[in-house]
């Protein structure tokens, strides 16, 4: 029979002692075990931890990077870094070029800056979007090297003028790139509180049929989508004939009231906080873009002139206003009772004026 080894540690002090006690004939044995411990040698660091083997982390961690894109922005001026803001929280790789070196904005946003097109493009985005003027566009992609691009990226556009931009990009871009133009109907200004109930206007000019391109081209807006915006499918034509009468009177009123000299006042109503408010919604951009917007929308010189025909009709109207008291102020009543008077002159087929037997028969 082997010898009985005790396996109490060494540590424990004293040993494990086990003591029983007496008992009456009416009740069972009861047994007390006691084992000392030597003081702070076990501790609780943390409860249902997430380690890095965890399931559910992992299966989190593949989704994100499932939904997430590897994105380039060409033009990294005022909306490009505004679009970055929003598309580094959800969590998408970012890359930037830019003619002007933006690399510590471009870092404190998580962006990569490239100083060379060509560095850009051998990272291979998914996505590209190009966030130049209006007015520099065609220029900027005569000199891109799309060769170093995937033949299957999708490129997209954010510009203000919608068929333009889709008729250069069929012309410069290789018919294996996918196209979404797309126009965020607001910026830093308007949209740097909230994006929620905003216009997103899009238009999948050209998409390939692989259920990976349509999926990143859904994957893509979703990004609009998720901050709240009002997601509106159209043509790039409708696009710009609603612009021309919406956007670009905006800009027109804007600079209009700029340049008249709107200032703040003590008792100022609401609707002059509103003109007051236009005007520095506009004034923020360039007058590039505003000329871009005239340019290239050719709905645009239509409301130009009716804007110019509206003003002209409210002068008039004014004018006669005045022109009538005028009037009155000279001639009194008699003037009064001249316009009363009918007129009875009447021309005949040819337009000469009646012969005398004819107003003698009419007054007869």
């Known amino acids: 029979m082997l010898p009985l080894i005790s396996t109490v540690p060494q540590t424990l002090s004293p040993p494990l002692s086990f003591h029983f006690h007496p008992f009456p004939s009416s009740s069972t044995p009861s047994l007390s075990l006691h084992i000392p411990l030597k003081k702070n040698t076990l501790r609780i660091r943390s409860l249902d931890a997430a380690q890095p083997y965890d399931y559910e982390s992992h299966l989190r961690t593949q989704h994100l990077k499932s939904q997430s894109l590897k994105i380039a922005i060409l033009g990294f001026g005022n909306f490009g870094q505004f679009l970055s803001k929003t598309l580094s929280r959800q969590g998408h790789t970012l890359l930037a070029y830019s003619r002007t070196d933006y690399t510590d904005i471009a870092k404190s946003l998580g962006v990569t800056f490239h100083s060379n097109p060509h560095d850009l493009f051998e990272s291979h985005p998914e996505v590209v979007i190009l966030c130049t003027s209006i007015l520099s566009t065609e220029k900027v992609l005569q000199t891109l090297p799309f060769q170093r691009l995937k033949r299957s990226t999708l490129i997209v556009d954010v510009l203000s003028v919608k068929e333009f931009a889709k008729n250069i990009l069929l012309k410069y871009l290789p018919v294996e790139f996918d196209i979404l133009c797309t126009h965020p109907m607001f910026g830093p200004e308007s949209g740097k509180n909230s994006w929620v109930g905003l216009p997103f206007v899009y238009d ?17 807006l979703d990004v609009f989508a998720k901050e709240g915006c009002r997601m509106v499918e159209m043509t790039c034509a409708e696009h710009d004939r ?26 100022n109503t609401k609707g002059y906080d509103t003109l007051l408010d236009l005007v520095e919604n506009t004034a923020g951009d360039s007058f590039e873009l505003y000329y871009g917007l005239f340019m290239y929308n050719k709905n645009a010189l239509e409301q130009l002139e009716r804007l110019d025909m509206a003003f002209e009709a409210i002068k008039k109207e004014l004018f006669g206003k005045l022109h009538h008291v005028y009037r009155k102020q000279l001639f009194g009543n008699a003037d009064e009772g001249a316009e009363e008077r009918p007129k009875v002159q009447k021309l005949l087929h040819n337009g000469a004026p009646p012969s005398a037997d004819v107003v003698k028969q009419e007054t007869s």
């Open 204 to 220: 999948k000019v050209r998409i390939g049929n692989e259920e990976d391109r349509i999926g990143r081209v859904e994957r893509f």
């Open 242 to 267: 609603y612009a021309a009468g919406s956007q670009f009177v905006t800009h027109t009123m804007g600079r209009v009231l700029e340049r008249f000299g709107l200032d703040s006042s003590p008792i």
